[in-house]
């Protein structure tokens, strides 16, 4: 497998179409989302890796190749697991264009701590909680997130928070440029926050999350109202992508707005050392 330089990216588009491959990949291409990739033809690829170099890893282009197939595993589940194990990334997910990949990734994970899941992806259809202002309790504020969000020395939990935009984005620089989100401040605290994944083309995914001892207060759906009705205002496709067995982040969904327009599968597990 050959390592792609970041101006050939646009090599394996055609490798990776469809729910949700589109979203990913209009983010990677467009600079945003970091990503890796190996090819098996550096000038006409026909089989394709990526890395978002966190947890998400992707596989396209089956060809059933055994050469191919076996490089591929030694490189996914050795040379970047040690990578992804190092920096904290253990637990995978990793997506995949067809039943073929499926099987293989099945076969090669057979006795490993892995499962295949079912995740349900959404599409904003129009804002759900029309009057959001008016339910934010009075302890309560609601703010963009910006540089002065982000270096507010004040706040508990700014790192948290930086901390998930740099596993999204190639840069925090980069968020504050072409990104966007919301997080909700109780006191001198973010106590939950929203946003913006895979921005692209007016499209972006949804990235949500709520400190433990915030959560079960009604602070996810107002932050991720403020987000979708962002979204709507400046001509936005937001999408939330979600596993199946995630009621609570589901019900918050629905209740803002999206509405669910596909469900698909990948296999999730965590590397092991020596792996």
């Known amino acids: 497998m050959h390592e792609l330089v970041v101006k050939d990216y646009?090599?394996?588009?055609?490798?990776?179409?469809?729910?949700?491959?589109?979203?990913?990949?209009?983010?990677?291409?467009?600079?945003?989302?970091?990503?890796?990739?190996?090819?098996d033809n550096a000038a006409n690829p026909t089989t394709g890796y990526i890395w978002d170099k966190a947890h998400c890893h992707y596989v396209g282009g089956y060809?059933?190749?055994?050469?191919?197939?076996?490089?591929l595993q030694q490189l996914i589940f050795h040379d970047v697991a040690a990578q992804a194990i190092?920096?904290?990334?253990?637990?995978?997910?990793?997506f995949y264009t067809s039943a073929e990949w499926e099987k293989w990734l099945e076969d090669v994970l057979e006795n490993t701590r892995c499962e295949r899941r079912?995740?349900?992806?959404?599409?904003?259809?129009?804002l759900g909680i029309n009057d959001w202002r008016d339910r934010v309790p009075a302890e309560v504020r609601i703010e963009a997130i910006s540089t002065g969000v982000?270096?507010?020395?004040?706040?508990?939990?700014?790192?948290?928070?930086?901390?998930?935009?740099?596993?999204?984005?190639?840069?925090?620089?980069?968020f504050v440029e072409n990104g966007f989100g919301?997080?909700?401040?109780?006191?001198?605290?973010?106590?939950?926050?929203?946003?913006?994944?895979?921005?692209?083309?007016k499209e972006c995914g949804c990235g949500i999350e709520t400190i433990a001892e915030?959560?079960?207060?009604?602070?996810?759906?107002?932050?991720?109202?403020?987000?979708?009705?962002?979204c709507l205002a400046n001509a936005l496709t937001a999408y939330w992508d979600v596993w199946a067995k995630n009621l609570a982040s589901?019900?918050?969904?629905?209740?803002?707005?999206?509405?669910?327009?596909?469900?698909?599968?990948?296999?999730?597990?965590?590397?092991e050392q020596g792996s």
């Not at 394996?12 to 589109?22: N, Y």
Request: glycine share 8%; hydrophobic share 45%; proline share 1%.
């Open 118 to 126: 079912e995740r349900l992806f959404y599409r904003i259809q129009q």
């Open 86 to 94: 190092a920096g904290g990334f253990a637990i995978f997910k990793v």
């Open 214 to 230: 915030y959560q079960n207060k009604g602070l996810a759906t107002l932050t991720a109202a403020v987000f979708a009705d962002y």
């Open 63 to 71: 060809t059933g190749d055994a050469e191919v197939l076996a490089t």
């Open 10 to 39: 646009g090599k394996v588009r055609s490798l990776f179409t469809g729910i949700p491959f589109d979203l990913h990949m209009g983010g990677i291409l467009a600079g945003n989302s970091p990503a890796r990739i190996w090819v």
């Open 182 to 201: 919301f997080c909700a401040i109780v006191k001198d605290t973010i106590a939950c926050w929203c946003t913006a994944e895979y921005v692209h083309n």
């Open 150 to 174: 982000l270096q507010d020395a004040e706040l508990t939990n700014v790192s948290k928070l930086t901390s998930e935009i740099g596993s999204c984005w190639n840069s925090v620089e980069r």
């Open 250 to 271: 589901i019900m918050v969904a629905q209740k803002v707005g999206f509405t669910r327009i596909a469900d698909y599968r990948v296999i999730n597990g965590v590397f």
